[in-house]
């Protein structure tokens, strides 16, 4: 495996000093989650409805890298692992559906709150906000070894996307399989100044109010307003009901959430500099390396902000195997409107 080169540095042995104190006083609490649902559940998968399951239950807490992640976890802990990444904004509910589905069928699904997110905190109060590109990537590999899992699907879209597709693309050994949504999501920040076609910039409308100050002051002040307003936006055949919005809601009052957000969005416009310590992860991506491991893509047909294609577009960027699917009755946030189709997409990349 490369070495991860940055100032925000794993320090293995207070990670495997406080992982291990985590993991043992929680692996009581939810080691049964997958099997209790499928013995309680023993209905035919693909007639689970969304919007049955409304909670993962405690979630366990986990120091990683310059994290202490909050994460679910179910199914049995000698499943093959799964990585389910959220978008934004979003949270962890976006697999709700989908987690169940897999742990049922026999993997160990972990579902983390990216940074800035639920329960996931920062463990040094000096540590930079970032939110870009080359930080939530990372995020998954020191995730990924502060719970000793050396190979993993990824899987995920938007923020969660890209994530995954960071990891596949440099750390290859790292995923033994990646299901990403909306294609190939590593940003071509070099070309950022260059226009999309209007309809497709007035679909990112956040992207240009967050790249000022007076986006910043409105993100603090109307977070649930602006995240409802793109849950709309993005999912225009989606009928979400306000408990499934305040759910996944109570998860932007996570302390840095703002400043992660504004530096996301400014960073991928180019508009902020990246951190030190992720300058040489950064280096690399910007070199748009091709995703090599077998990769399952998805494309919502009803995703208000980025249309369906059948993917010929992205190929050259995939060298592995790749099956392209698009996805009707699906926006953006496509696991929780799709959730048996996106399970199904986990378990069709580990047979290519």
Avoid at 29 to 54: C, F, M, Q, Y
Avoid at 115 to 124: E, I, M, N, Q
Avoid at 144 to 162: C, E, F, S
Avoid at 244 to 261: E, G, H, K, T
């Amino acid at each position: 495996m490369d070495k991860i080169n940055m100032g925000e540095a794993i320090d293995h042995d207070r990670r495997r000093f406080f992982g291990a104190a985590a993991l043992t006083f929680t692996a009581v609490e939810l080691g049964a989650i997958g099997r209790a649902h499928a013995e309680t559940n023993p209905a035919p998968l693909s007639v689970i409805k969304p919007g049955t399951d409304t909670s993962f239950g405690p979630l366990k807490q986990i120091d990683a890298g310059v994290l202490d992640v909050g994460y679910a976890e179910l199914g049995p802990p000698n499943g093959s692992p799964v990585f389910l990444l959220h978008g934004w904004p979003y949270d962890i509910h976006d697999y709700i559906e989908v987690a169940p589905i897999l742990a049922a069928h026999g993997y160990r699904v972990i579902v983390p709150h990216l940074r800035g997110h639920g329960s996931t905190r920062f463990v040094d109060t000096a540590t930079p906000r970032s939110g870009q590109q080359a930080a939530i990537g990372v995020d998954v590999v020191a995730l990924m070894d502060a719970l000793k899992i050396p190979t993993a699907v990824l899987a995920g879209y938007d923020w969660g996307g890209r994530a995954a597709c960071v990891v596949a693309a440099l750390w290859p050994e790292r995923c033994t399989g990646l299901v990403s949504v909306n294609d190939y999501l590593i940003q071509d920040i070099a070309h950022a100044g260059m226009p999309l076609p209007p309809k497709l910039e007035w679909g990112i409308w956040t992207q240009f109010y967050f790249a000022t100050e007076r986006g910043r002051v409105g993100l603090a002040a109307n977070r649930d307003d602006i995240a409802r307003l793109l849950w709309t936006n993005e999912n225009p055949n989606w009928h979400f009901d306000d408990a499934m919005f305040q759910r996944s809601a109570a998860s932007f009052d996570n302390p840095d959430y703002v400043d992660v957000v504004i530096h996301s969005y400014r960073h991928r416009l180019g508009l902020a500099r990246g951190y030190p310590q992720y300058a040489d992860v950064e280096a690399r991506l910007a070199t748009l390396p091709v995703i090599t491991v077998s990769t399952v893509t998805l494309d919502g047909e009803d995703n208000g902000i980025i249309p369906a294609s059948d993917g010929r577009s992205s190929a050259a960027k995939f060298s592995g195997r790749r099956i392209h699917h698009r996805v009707p009755n699906a926006g953006h946030a496509l696991p929780q409107q799709a959730p048996k189709v996106f399970a199904d997409a986990v378990m069709e990349v580990t047979k290519v």
